[in-house]
């Protein structure tokens, strides 16, 4: 049985029913896309739209167009074709065994190859002008089947199918529908099979099959159609009712187009028909439900419309027809309009309530305006001439301005004066307009406009797109709303201002005046409708005020919220609008001159001309990655990349990277340095890096080298370097700043000495120039200044060091002259260090030695003046200078010897105190090896023993030998002595060598009477008991014994007892010591 509609068109089940297809633009347009592209060699095509838009029967349309049972599209991909098709419908299952099924192959017995014969088989029994299609209709359900089952598998016969028909020399046309993008059925798959997902899609022509608002009326247009003999009136009253669509603007339409459908689409008259059409998109299945709409045989659909009761089929019956098939959904909350329905469902409801008798016509504009509220654009003019005439013309009320009025009057609907259309009220008892009015009362007026302006508006910046384009520096200009002329330095990201201004009390000369003496990029706008935009802000107020005041009413609050919404709008119309009309609404300045700004286009032209005069200086730097305030986390990556090439590769071509790669670090070295004919390294004698001259990069260099001789006096700190750039006239983004920085101290780094928090900075790192842009505030320059004389004195230390004189100095050459120094301090004893025992001169060269933390001030400076001289001196004399090294050298050497002194201030003492002639080291340490041989060393206390010890150290290094005796008595060596323990030593050593002496057994053999004399002291008490002590007294000291007994003798009574007891506790004392 054949029939004309069918609500589900089934590829299969229906190839040889006869449907009513009515092809519309967009198919046609499908078809000659296959077409064109079937004759550039494509094969395979892809068809995506979303549910209900008529893709299966379209594939149905197709099929009979190339079967020549229907001439529905005119199919010119063959000449003169012998045509066949092979349809597919999708289903949950492996789209393999499907095509294995329909040729009848064995897939255990086979491989893919086998299907494709016989697909080919299919193909060749065409023979001549053979065209072959093969239609997947739900291509969809496979997909999904092969995402969840073994998706590598079936995705390898889709790409081995699309690859066998994209065979130009086959006559073979795949043709597939899905409701969504292929990669879309992707979503559970992991990255490896996403890609192999993506591409199987590349090898599809995708083509979008979406049935537009015009070709939904059109179908239905088509479908219904005018009746033949319609009378004069009806047809006027059609044009009436037309016309009544168009002057309202309600929905966008061509209006040579929509007379052609109005008279097609009656008994429906043209609002109905797109109000019908956007929500059958919105709540149905596109072209499907039309359809259903179109055959309906409910008593709502318009094949059971009785014309009889009213001539149009309106907007007020599609609203029944909606609520009777779409019930479920729209009282649903998945109903995205489920609040305006309700509304609808509600004024119904009150209106039974508020009108005695018959209710049909409130109830017909009720549902008129709801729907209408749903669907329309909200440009439209739906006021009450409209609602009148709609409602007498189309909705079949005579005393349409009457059930308006009474609708008002029990505030079931309510008009919208600020976008001119009636809306349903929500149940409020509110009376909005008093309330206003009420609320204007009580607030003050408005006379900070700037401030309530900046509260409620916030204009994202513009771009000045020409400026920004042609240099490579994105240029944004932030708008600053204020009462007066603003005078502020832009900084960051923001590059220039677009200074609004609202003040009715203020002249406009004086604008005039603050633009002619602004040198920022500041561009002053003045409103000249201050009072218009402060009467809204009061407006604004109002509206916020009342709903402050009830926020308990939903009903008040929502119609509120529309108002305020329209207020901001209108708002924003004053404001943004008039930014670019060509109106007196706003006076453009920038120095002095008024601007004629009429469009957008020249309102940006204007601020790229801003940056241009105030940015002139500016490079051209076209490296988005870089040239921009806040660089990505990537960047930073490639940052550290460039600063370790630069560093460890500048004498490499391209800074060593591979030439056939170009990773974020490379792509800035060419930008910045290559492009502009930064050459870092040469053979040649005496080169210096340069810029190109035509480099854009040429200001820049000369600000960087200027800055560079301004330090020169003083140290600079780099903040001093970089502040500059950030501001006119060059205005530098921060990324690039950081690379340019780095760069410049890196090209320059033998002009001057780098100072951190630790003081001079030899060598520049990688490592360095990175903290160097990160903490620029804690980094200093010294540029160096060494010239005429100040070259000679350099030069006289460089001799002094036995180094090479040098004509030009560099940071590397004052850190090999200062070297030396540095080094010979580090190496010096602790004991030469911190020793007083030097020469007042010796002493301060050396403090200079130690606290030198820059180069240059040390040698013309600090050395000088620890050894009284001055700069000036040296410059004027050359018979200081030469005066000067000759007492520096001086100085050296005895800072040098000065620990070899004490070693000899040491040994000294031990030859004067014990052997009074001079001995060589091996002699007398065996003198005193052999003087305790007979030591009794199980009396002795464990530093005796220590003591004893090292005497008879096998040590033949008299400075380590000396050492460690001098550790066993005072408990350091002498490389860490202070110069208040050498007297300490002595002392304590006397007092050792006493000690071992009283603890040795002697013998005639064992003294020398030539050499020293030996007394044995025993003392008995009864308090203290027995003391006993040995004394051994060298020779040489006889006469110093002498003399002392002299001075005793003078001293003694004639009483022998009073004597002898004096000299006995004289003697035990000493003992005791």
């Known amino acids: 049985m054949q029939t004309k509609y069918t609500n589900s068109t089934n590829i299969i089940r229906d190839s040889s029913r006869n449907i009513n297809y009515i092809p519309t633009p967009n198919a046609t347009r499908v078809v000659n896309q296959v077409s064109n592209d079937f004759k550039r060699g494509l094969r395979s095509f892809n068809i995506i739209g979303s549910y209900g838009t008529g893709k299966s029967s379209f594939l149905w349309a197709l099929q009979q167009s190339a079967l020549g049972r229907k001439r529905i599209f005119n199919l010119n991909l063959v000449s003169n074709a012998k045509a066949d098709v092979i349809n597919f419908v999708g289903e949950y299952k492996s789209i393999t065994k499907v095509f294995a099924e329909y040729f009848e192959v064995n897939l255990a017995k086979g491989s893919h190859e086998n299907i494709f014969a016989e697909i080919f088989n299919s193909y060749h029994a065409l023979k001549k002008n053979g065209l072959l299609f093969i239609l997947i209709d739900e291509f969809g359900k496979f997909l999904e089947y092969a995402a969840d089952n073994n998706p590598e598998k079936e995705l390898y016969f889709v790409q081995q199918l699309s690859e066998f028909i994209n065979n130009p020399d086959r006559n073979i046309v795949l043709i597939t529908t899905v409701h969504q993008n292929i990669d879309a059925y992707a979503f559970k798959l992991n990255n490896s099979q996403k890609q192999e997902w993506s591409k199987v899609k590349g090898r599809f022509r995708e083509i ?368 943004l609008t008039n930014l670019y009309s060509s109106t007196r609404e706003v006076i453009w300045f920038w120095e002095g001159q008024e601007l004629d700004i009429s469009s957008k286009r020249e309102f940006n032209k204007k601020l790229s001309e801003i940056c241009d005069r105030v940015y002139h200086k500016a490079p051209r730097f076209k490296n988005e990655l870089v040239n921009r305030h806040k660089i990505s986390s990537s960047i930073h990556v490639a940052k550290k990349n460039y600063l370790r090439a630069l560093v460890d590769n500048y004498t490499l071509p391209d800074l060593g990277f591979d030439k056939d790669k170009f990773p974020p670090e490379k792509t800035i070295y060419l930008t910045l340095l290559k492009e502009n004919g930064f050459k870092l390294y040469s053979d040649e004698i005496n080169f210096v890096t340069q810029v190109s001259k035509k480099s854009t990069f040429l200001h820049v260099w000369n600000y960087s080298n200027q800055f560079l001789n301004s330090a020169k006096a003083n140290r600079k700190s780099l903040l001093e370097f970089i502040e500059p750039l950030k501001k006119r006239p060059f205005k530098l983004k921060q990324g690039l700043i950081d690379f340019w920085v780095a760069s410049f101290l890196f090209i320059k780094r033998d002009d001057y000495a780098l100072f951190g928090s630790s003081g001079f900075i030899p060598y520049i790192t990688d490592e360095v120039l990175e903290l160097v842009i990160k903490y620029p505030e804690d980094y200093e320059v010294k540029a160096f200044d060494i010239e005429g004389v100040k070259l000679d004195i350099f030069n006289s230390y460089r001799i002094f060091l036995n180094q090479q004189s040098k004509e030009k100095i560099s940071n590397h050459t004052f850190i090999e002259t200062i070297k030396p120094f540095l080094t010979f301090y580090k190496s010096l004893p602790e004991y030469s260090k911190n020793t007083s025992r030097l020469t007042r001169e010796t002493l301060q060269i050396r403090n200079a030695i130690a606290n030198s933390k820059d180069p240059e001030k040390s040698f013309f400076e600090d050395f000088p003046t620890a050894l009284g001289y001055s700069i000036d001196s040296i410059q004027k004399s050359k018979a200081n200078l030469k005066a000067y090294i000759e007492k520096l050298h001086d100085s050296i050497r005895e800072l040098r010897t000065s620990y070899d002194d004490l070693i000899v201030r040491f040994e000294d003492f031990i030859l004067a105190e014990y052997f009074g002639e001079a001995l060589a080291f091996e002699a007398y340490k065996l003198r005193l090896q052999e003087r305790y041989q007979n030591l009794k060393k199980h009396l002795c206390l464990p530093h005796q023993r220590t003591f004893a010890q090292r005497i008879d150290s096998q040590l033949d290094d008299k400075k380590l030998w000396l050492n460690s005796l001098a550790q066993a008595v005072v408990g350091k060596s002498l490389e860490i002595i202070k110069d208040e323990e050498e007297i300490l030593l002595y002392d304590k050593f006397k007092t050792m060598i006493s000690e071992l002496d009283s603890l040795t057994r002697l013998s005639k053999e064992d003294v020398d009477i030539n050499q020293e004399s030996v007394l044995g002291i025993e003392l008995s008490s009864f308090v203290d008991g027995i003391k006993r002590s040995l004394i051994r007294m060298p020779r040489h000291k006889t006469s110093d014994v002498s003399k002392i007994e002299g001075n005793i003798r003078a001293k003694l009574s004639a009483d022998k007892n009073l004597n002898i007891a004096a000299l006995t506790n004289l003697l035990k004392e000493l003992l005791v010591k």
């Open 208 to 575: 979008t099959f979406n049935e537009p608002v015009e070709q939904l009326l059109y179908l239905a247009s088509e479908h219904l159609k005018k009746p033949k003999g319609i009378d004069k009136v009806t047809e006027s009253s059609i044009r009436s009712a037309l016309s009544i669509v168009k002057k309202s603007r309600a929905y966008s339409l061509n209006a040579g187009y929509a007379a052609e459908v109005s008279l097609k689409l009656f008994p429906m008259d043209l609002l109905a028909a797109n109000t019908l059409t956007l929500s059958l998109q919105r709540y149905g299945q596109n072209e499907r439900s039309l359809f259903s709409f179109l055959e309906s045989t409910d008593h709502t659909g318009i094949n059971r419309f009785d014309q009889k009761k009213n001539l149009f089929y309106s907007t007020a019956n599609v609203y029944d027809y909606l609520v009777f098939n779409f019930y479920t959904f729209i009282n649903s909350r998945y109903n995205p309009d489920f609040s305006g329905w309700s509304a609808i469902k509600g004024a119904l409801e009150t209106l039974e309530r508020a009108f005695e008798g018959n209710t049909l016509d409130y109830a017909k504009v009720v549902k008129t305006i709801g729907l209408i509220n749903l669907t329309a654009s909200q440009a439209a003019d739906l006021d009450r001439d409209f609602l009148v005439k709609y409602a007498s013309t189309c909705l079949g009320i005579a005393n349409a301005g009457k059930v308006i009025d009474g609708l008002e009057a029990k505030r079931i609907i309510l008009y919208r004066k600020y976008n001119n259309r009636y809306v349903l009220a929500e149940g409020t008892d509110l009376d909005i307009p008093s309330a206003l009015i009420e609320a204007g009362n009580k607030l003050s007026e408005v006379v900070d406009v700037p401030t309530l302006l900046n509260k409620y508006y916030q204009l994202p910046p513009v771009m000045a797109k020409a400026n920004s384009y042609l240099n490579g520096t994105p240029r944004l200009f932030e708008f600053k709303i204020s009462e007066r002329p603003i005078n502020e330095v832009p900084m960051d990201e923001i590059d220039g201002f677009i200074n609004l201004i609202f003040n009715e009390q203020l002249n406009v000369e004086i604008v005039r005046q603050a633009s002619l003496e602004q040198g920022e990029a500041i561009l002053y706008g003045f409103y000249s409708n201050s009072r218009t935009v402060k009467n809204l802000l009061f407006e604004i107020e109002k509206t916020k005020r009342v709903l402050e005041e009830n926020s308990h009413d939903r009903a008040a609050i929502k119609e509120l919220q529309h108002i305020l919404f329209h207020q901001k709008n209108l708002l924003n119309h004053y404001i």
